[in-house]
């Protein structure tokens, strides 16, 4: 894995909406929630194709960018080429799955440090409705789930990178490795991605000669409940790394009783959880965020092969003085 040190890098502005259960949720601050999946358009993914232009112009009409870099969970990311049509603005377009977010920050990073954009969009969007019926069942089929299964999360972010000093200043990051540890059962993505997320861990503290305890938090994005306990038994089992800070954002995304198995999976989950929650936690000033992804797609997955994974980190410093 390669780690990157990313000097003076920080998130100046932010935007971010939710969904009607996501307004519901254990997680508040959102800028802006919908009231219903359709978001008055047609079709659920015009929906998300409005989130996203909703964000974008709200983001640029307090900031200038160079440049949009991110992805969303459509085949081939076709929300967001749809979203950028109504924008004149250079676009780079990346997919990893549920760690989209964190690749686009890494290489919003990397343009900053190296002095090749002064200001990048980082954005990213997930709808339950039409991440269901693209990677599973047709939504009226009703499939029944299994209780390990994450629920896709409804919603949609944006973030401002650029080198004016704030806050959130982004430390370093690790770029993982494709990791796959053989597994075919499409619904259990936390075990499809723990394994990702124990090495990337693993090799971002030997890299930067840290350790857990330098942390005050290490949050990965959405493993769900049961992958969590699967990352937590790697980490002892093949690291010898016990440690009580890791916490999953999709795991406690949504209360108990809205009933949602295992907890909240998309790309859009973990940069929600540290925006709209973790920021506001004074305690927390040093905190490692870790974006998991399942790189699959209904024809591999329906021709029985094992599905890879990958995991990304970065390491973030919150300032709550500023």
């Known amino acids: 894995m390669y780690t990157i040190n990313l000097g003076n890098v920080y998130i100046n502005d932010y935007y971010s909406i939710g969904g009607p259960d996501e307004g519901n949720s254990n997680i508040r601050n959102y800028d802006l929630i919908i009231k219903d999946l359709d978001y008055g358009e047609p079709t659920f993914e015009r929906a998300e194709v409005k989130m996203q232009r909703t964000i974008l112009s709200n983001l640029l009409s307090r900031n200038k960018a160079d440049l949009v870099i991110g992805g969303d969970l459509s085949n081939q990311i076709g929300i967001m080429n749809t979203t950028l049509k109504y924008f004149n603005l250079p676009f780079l377009g990346v997919y990893n799955a549920c760690a989209t977010f ?3 920050l890494i290489i919003a990073s ?3 440090n190296s002095k090749m954009a002064k200001s ?3 954005l ?5 409705n039409a991440s269901e019926r693209q990677f599973r069942f047709p939504i009226e089929y009703g499939s029944i789930r299994k209780n390990y299964q994450t629920t896709t999360m409804t919603g949609s972010i944006g973030a401002i990178v650029s080198s004016k000093k704030s806050k959130i200043k982004l430390v370093s990051a690790t770029i993982g490795n494709v990791v796959d540890y053989d597994v075919t059962d499409v619904a259990n993505m936390g ?3 723990a394994p990702a997320a124990s090495s990337a861990i693993y090799n971002h503290l030997t890299n930067t000669k840290t350790s857990v305890d330098d942390y005050d938090a290490i949050i990965t994005g959405d493993l769900g409940s049961l992958g969590l306990k699967i990352l937590t038994n790697l980490l002892k089992l093949e690291h010898g790394i016990i440690t009580d800070k890791i916490m999953d954002a999709g795991t406690l ?3 108990c009783s809205q009933e949602k198995l295992a907890g909240a999976s998309g790309p859009t989950v973990l940069p929600i959880f540290f925006f709209n929650h973790i920021i506001h936690d004074k305690n927390i000033k040093r905190v490692l965020l870790i974006g998991t992804g399942a790189l699959h797609n209904p024809t591999l997955v329906n021709q029985h092969n094992s599905i890879p994974a990958i995991a990304h980190v970065i390491e973030i410093e919150v300032n709550h003085d500023n």
């Not at 990213?124 to 339950?128: A, D, E, G, K």
Request: glycine share 0%.
């Open 120 to 122: 990048i969009i980082s």
């Open 253 to 255: 995304m949504y209360k």
């Open 110 to 112: 990397s343009f900053i």
């Open 102 to 104: 964190i690749e686009s």
């Open 191 to 193: 075990a499809i991605m």
């Open 124 to 128: 990213t969007s997930s709808h339950v």
